[in-house]
């Protein structure tokens, strides 16, 4: 299964962008889907996620600009990305968890996003 996120690019500060993240094929006991990203010289971190169940969880410095969803039919998580700043600036990455004899992950091949000032 490959994981293929797109929407990526170059925005101005308060702009917006839609990333998309969608499986090459069905994933089944999915218990998590998630975009990460990681800026160069840092870590990288969880920006948002949401459960199998709907619940979600962002990481503080995006609370009320990004919103993450998910299509459980198509296998595919987005985020909606609201009045960027330059610190947005990173390397996304889309994240399934998937849930069975142990916890695996699946990752996408990450998208960049760069905003301007």
């Known amino acids: 299964v490959q994981l293929q996120a797109s929407g990526g690019g170059l925005v101005q500060a308060g702009g917006s962008l839609r990333l998309s993240c969608a499986a090459s094929e069905r994933i089944f006991n999915i218990n998590d889907m998630g975009w990460f990203r990681q800026a160069p010289g840092k870590q990288r971190e969880l920006v948002a996620s949401?459960?199998?169940?709907?619940?979600?969880n962002y990481v503080d410095s995006v609370k009320g600009r990004f919103t993450v969803s998910r299509d459980n039919a198509r296998n595919a998580v987005y985020l909606q990305m609201n009045s960027l700043k330059p610190e947005d600036t990173a390397v996304y990455y889309c994240?399934?968890?998937?849930?069975?004899?142990?916890?695996?992950?699946?990752w996408g091949q990450g998208t960049q996003v760069t905003v301007s000032s």
């Open positions: 949401i459960t199998s169940g709907g619940s979600t």
């Open positions: 994240k399934v968890g998937v849930r069975g004899a142990r916890y695996i992950e699946l």
